[in-house]
């Protein structure tokens, strides 16, 4: 983004005297609108706008079969895709590598590490037959137009296509030896509302000069030297930590970071919690 060095300037000394350009003081977010069941194919789905930040997030599931070293978990895939038309860096493969980089943030966030510990999405509730048969829950996130915070905007819209996906009642038939491979029956009218209390929100904190702001808009991100998403659930506990920006920072300033990302979390969480229960409401409303 080419900004004046007039600019730069002032975008810096607004956030060193905690006055943004848009009047925001630096732990400040942006207004988040959701809509949710924007997808009727999906299972669940949802649409996050906050600022011009514009995201949608869809989620499908699927009968599949548990890998071997987690026969008692169901599989969770995140992928990301961004519009060429939401910024112009995104045509051709600008497009591709920020895709990769949202996807691999975003499974870092909500999943944990290798081992599953920290996974903000429970893994055990997608099992149906440990071994045998599991959910797979397929996580699309499409990035529709982009003025900065785009990973906290995606977080919040799979928080909100989750609160908004059921997923069907299975029955089980019992009569199989333990080598088969047991018959299943989906059902087409009962659905199982999936539990989103453990999963997180993620808040990211960008470093301008020697302060860090929250939600920042793109001419703000253009003046970062770091940035930390930090994704932390209901309960204060951080399910994943992701850094960009060439920027190596201190550890003691690491910390400092993840406590502000604690305390804005809680309102951030409660803002997006009633934005999904109004939305929800506003879905049954129409249906």
């Known amino acids: 983004m080419g900004l004046s060095v007039g600019e730069k300037h002032f975008i ?3 956030i060193a005297h905690d006055l943004r350009a848009d009047g925001r003081k630096r ?6 609108f959701v809509e949710t069941g924007v997808i009727a194919q999906a299972n669940g789905s949802a649409r996050v706008k906050i600022g011009g930040t514009e995201v949608i997030a869809s989620v499908k599931a699927e009968l599949g079969r548990p890998s071997s070293s987690a026969p008692d978990k169901g ?3 995140i992928f990301i895709d961004c ?5 112009p860096q995104f045509e051709g493969r600008g497009g591709e590598e920020l895709s990769m980089e949202l996807s691999a943030a975003l499974r870092q ?3 944990g590490g290798k081992s599953g510990a920290g996974a903000g999405i429970n893994l055990s ?3 149906i037959v440990d071994g045998k048969v599991c959910w797979d829950l397929y996580i699309d996130g499409l990035v529709v137009s982009m003025d900065g915070n785009v990973l906290d905007a995606l977080g919040a819209a799979i928080k909100a296509a989750l609160s908004n996906t059921g997923i069907p009642k299975v029955n089980i ?3 199989t030896t333990p080598d088969e491979q047991p018959e299943v029956d989906v059902s087409d009218e009962e659905f199982l509302q999936f539990d989103t209390t453990a999963v ?3 808040v990211t904190l960008t470093k301008v000069g020697r302060h860090y702001i929250v939600d920042a808009a793109s001419e703000e991100e253009s003046q970062m030297s770091s940035a930390v998403s930090v994704s932390i659930n209901r309960q204060g506990l951080i399910c994943g930590l992701t850094k960009r920006g060439g920027v190596g920072l201190d550890p003691s300033v690491i910390l400092d970071m993840i406590s502000v990302a604690k305390h804005v979390s809680e309102q951030l969480m409660d803002n997006l919690d009633s934005e999904i229960a109004a939305a929800e409401a506003a879905m049954e409303e129409d249906s």
Not at 83 to 87: D, H, L, M, N, R
């Open 83 to 87: 519009s060429p038309t939401a910024a």
């Open 75 to 77: 599989k969770v895939s």
């Open 200 to 202: 997180p929100v993620i």
């Open 109 to 111: 966030c909500l999943l």
């Open 125 to 127: 509730s997608l099992s």
């Open 27 to 32: 732990l400040t977010y942006r207004p988040i």
């Open 12 to 14: 810096q000394g607004g």
């Open 173 to 175: 038939a019992s009569a």
